[in-house]
Each structure stands twice: as structure tokens, then as C-alpha cells.
């Protein structure tokens, strides 16, 4: 370690976990260098958060992609390997003549050589089209990988947002239900109602007591996982405020998604990226058959001699002419195409899955929501039937508690039609429900922010 940093390399830089652990236990959405990030990306600071905004954090925050980015770095790294001269091997010889050497002349005979090899262009060129192949792999590769939090962040997201919501449809049961059995309860003792239907609305209301402490017990768990999906700590989102304009109203399918989304589709691209390396490696391993070649300049002292000496050597193709090497790239090349392929046939049934699956979603969606609309009219009937004298409160609770069921098959029909989005999203691997403002994606991902 100590012999690398003096030659000027990288100093050591040992870990300490427990300085890490506090400083992610530090990370906060209103951190200063964070918001002028955001700000500078046209997101100002609010006290409501988006996806997008929160796609963003992510890109700032999350491990993960650091993981990613250095092996582009590595990646970057091979590029200035294959683009680098051999260097060139000093020799020294030393010997002594035994016998034989006239008087007054030494008898040591001296030598100094170099081996310069003389790696053509030409061949290195191969080298320096692999490494920049590779190096667009990796950031691909690193803008799969933010692809994958962003996934995780939306899932995540969407369950945080339909817990709040379902937090509040049975709290309103619960007051329903309990103005039901209270109601059920009034008329048991007026001799209006049995004992069995007493008993009912009492069933019904602990039901709904159960409900809501289930619903409110897994609010926690899904504000953890949306921390972990951001890349910070639960505390972090303690007074986080979300919305969704598009919850209730998922976006249609935009037209040409799967001809524009197919063709840019990250990993489609990787695995082009793959494709192009592949055949520089072909190239190289082809090139390999012409010989390599080394100058050898030298210098000797010989028993009082100066000799100036030039040397040549070739590589002679007597025993093989790299035939093993081409074959083993040729079937490395006609691997990554077969797998280009196989992608890109996956991909296209991923999409065709998603885009059936999202319409059907929407298609339920608007069909609760006319169900919905249908419960509030008939909520409303019954209230102006109430004031009339023509029905009672019991029926008026019940209409209430039937619209409150609808609303509960409502959210439950769009967490569908929204899961089906971020699967269509994934299979184009682009954002539909979102515009991430400010954001090249996937070009700035590979920045390190922090």
C-alpha cells in the first residue's frame, strides 16, 4: 500500500461502517446540497412531493447506482489500457573473456539492449473499439440499474399512497358503522328492531375496527419500503406529503409506445453494446494472424570495442495462425446476436402483455368510477328522501357504507390499472405517467452527486 502511494497512485481509503451508517442516518430531503441539485434540474423545493421529484432523490441518494458507476469508471478505465503504447524492456548483459585477451585490454564485454515492441495501430484500434464498446455497455448498464429504482420507487410509491388512502375510506366506515349499530342499537330498545340485526351491526362495526387497525399497522412497513426504494432513512419521510395528479385518471397508451420504446429500450441497447465488442474482439483476434514485430536497438562494449547493434524479431505462425482464438470470437460474436435476438423477442411479448393488461385496467377503472358516480346519486336520493320523512337514518347509513365498498373496489381497481402502467413502463423502459422535468434520462445518471 505504502510503496503505490508514493509512486503517486491512490491513497488507502479504509472503511469505517460506523461513519457511513451515521452518515446515511443523516440523509434528509431538504439536505441544501440536494435541493440546489433539484433546483438546478428545474424542480423547485416544495412541501408535496411527485414521483418525478422522488425519482430524482433516488438518483441522488440511492447506493446502488454508486455500485453501478464505478464499474463504469473500471469500464472507462479499460479504455486507456487498450489505448496505451507497450513500453519498452531494457536489457544489460555482462560477460568476461577468459582467455585469449591481449594485454591493456579489459576483458569484460558489456551490453545494453531495448526491446520495443511495435504494436501497430492498426491492432491496438481493435483494442480501443472493445473498450469503448464496453464503456457504453456499462452506461447502459448504469442507467438499467437507475431503471430498477425507479421501478421499485414507483411500486413503492403507489402502495404508500393507496395505505394513506385506504387509512381514510375506513375511517369513515368505522364512523358509519358505528352510527349503524348505535342507530341498530336505539331500535332494539323501541322494540323496532331484532336482537339479530342489533347483533350484526355490532359484528359489522368490530369488523371494521379490525380493518382499520390492519390498514394503519401496514402503513409503517410501506413507508419504510418507500424509504429504502429512495436510498434513505425511515426518518427521512416521516412528514413526507405525496400526491399523484394521474392516480384516478391513468393516462392513455401514447401512439407508436412500442416502436419507440422497442427501439430505445435500454437493454436492447446494452446488447448491442455487447454485439459491438464482440465483433472488435473478432477483429483483433483476426489481426493476430499477421506476426508481431520488436526492434531491438542495443549497445555493446566488446573488449574495448563500441558496437552499435540493431535486432529483429517476428513472430512466426509455423505451429498456428490463431485459428482456435478467431473460432472461440466468432462463437462469442454469434452468441451475442442470438441473445440480441432472444431480447428483443422478450421484449416484444413484454410489451404486448403490459399494453393488454393496462387496457383492461383502465377499462375497470372507468367502470368503477362510473359505479361510483351511480352510489353518489343514489346516497343523494336517499338523504332527499330522509329530509322528506320517506326513509329512515338506518337506510341512509347503509346507502353510505355500500358507496364507502365501491370507493374500497375503486382504489383496488386502480392499484391494478396503475401496476399495469408500470409494467407497460418497464417493457418500453421509459416513463409514461411522468415527465422527470430537468432530467436527461438516462445521460445524467452516471454523474456522482454526492
Keep these: 500500500m505504502a510503496s503505490v502511494a508514493a509512486c503517486g497512485g491512490p491513497a488507502p481509503q479504509p472503511l469505517d461502517p460506523a461513519r457511513m451508517e ?26 408535496v412531493w411527485t414521483l418525478d421529484a422522488l425519482t430524482l432523490a433516488a438518483f441522488y441518494f440511492h447506493p446502488d447506482l454508486d455500485v453501478v458507476r464505478a464499474r463504469l469508471l473500471a469500464a472507462r478505465g479499460s479504455e486507456t489500457t487498450a489505448g496505451e503504447v507497450p513500453n519498452p524492456v531494457l536489457g544489460a548483459s555482462l560477460e568476461k573473456v577468459m582467455s585469449g585477451t591481449p594485454a591493456g585490454v579489459s576483458p569484460w564485454v558489456y551490453g545494453l539492449s531495448l526491446q520495443m515492441p511495435l504494436d501497430f495501430l492498426w491492432k491496438r484500434g481493435y483494442r480501443i473499439d472493445e473498450a469503448r464498446a464496453k464503456i457504453q455497455g456499462a452506461h447502459l448498464e448504469l442507467a438499467e440499474a437507475a431503471w430498477q429504482i425507479r421501478h421499485r420507487l414507483r411500486a413503492a410509491l403507489l402502495e404508500d399512497f393507496l395505505a394513506q388512502r385506504e387509512i381514510d375510506v375506513r375511517t369513515r366506515e368505522l364512523e358509519a358503522r358505528r352510527e349503524l349499530s348505535a342507530a341498530a342499537a336505539t331500535l332494539l330498545a323501541a322494540g323496532e328492531a331484532s336482537r339479530l340485526e342489533a347483533d350484526r351491526a355490532r359484528v359489522e362495526l368490530a369488523g371494521a375496527e379490525i380493518g382499520l387497525e390492519e390498514s394503519r399497522g401496514r402503513v409503517a ?40 420504446g422497442l427501439l430505445n429500450r435500454l437493454d436492447v441497447r446494452r446488447r448491442l453494446a455487447e454485439y459491438a465488442a464482440s465483433e472488435a474482439v473478432l477483429g483483433l483476434e483476426l489481426a493476430k494472424r499477421w506476426p508481431d514485430i520488436s526492434l531491438g536497438p542495443g549497445y555493446l562494449y566488446d573488449q574495448g570495442d563500441r558496437k552499435f547493434t540493431l535486432g529483429l ?99 383496488d381497481a386502480l392499484r391494478r390499472a396503475q401496476e399495469a402502467l408500470g409494467a407497460l413502463e418497464d417493457a418500453v423502459q421509459r416513463p409514461i405517467d411522468g415527465t422527470l422535468p430537468g432530467f436527461r434520462f438516462p445521460d445524467e445518471i452516471e454523474k456522482g452527486i454526492r
Design 22 to 47: 451515521s452518515e446515511f442516518r443523516a440523509r434528509r430531503l431538504d439536505d441544501p446540497e440536494f435541493v440546489a441539485w433539484l433546483e438546478a434540474r428545474g424542480v423547485p423545493k416544495a412541501s
Design 221 to 260: 412497513a410501506v413507508r419504510a419500503a418507500l424509504a429504502s426504494a429512495v436510498g434513505v432513512p425511515l426518518a427521512a419521510l416521516q412528514d413526507l406529503r405525496v400526491e399523484w395528479a394521474t392516480l384516478d385518471s391513468p393516462p392513455g397508451e401514447p401512439a407508436a409506445l412500442q416502436e419507440a
Design 313 to 411: 524479431s517476428v513472430t512466426l505462425p509455423v505451429f498456428n495462425q490463431n485459428g482456435g482464438a478467431i473460432e472461440e470470437a466468432e462463437a462469442r460474436r454469434k452468441e451475442a446476436a442470438a441473445r440480441f435476438l432472444a431480447l428483443q423477442a422478450r421484449a416484444i411479448g413484454e410489451f404486448d402483455e403490459a399494453s393488454a393488461r393496462y387496457r383492461a385496467g383502465r377499462a375497470q377503472a372507468s367502470r368503477t368510477r362510473d359505479a361510483m358516480e351511480a352510489v353518489e346519486r343514489r346516497v343523494e336520493g336517499v338523504r332527499r328522501a330522509v329530509e322528506l320523512g320517506d326513509a329512515d337514518l338506518v337506510a341512509l347509513l347503509g346507502v353510505r357504507i355500500e358507496r364507502l365498498a365501491v370507493e374500497a373496489a375503486r382504489l
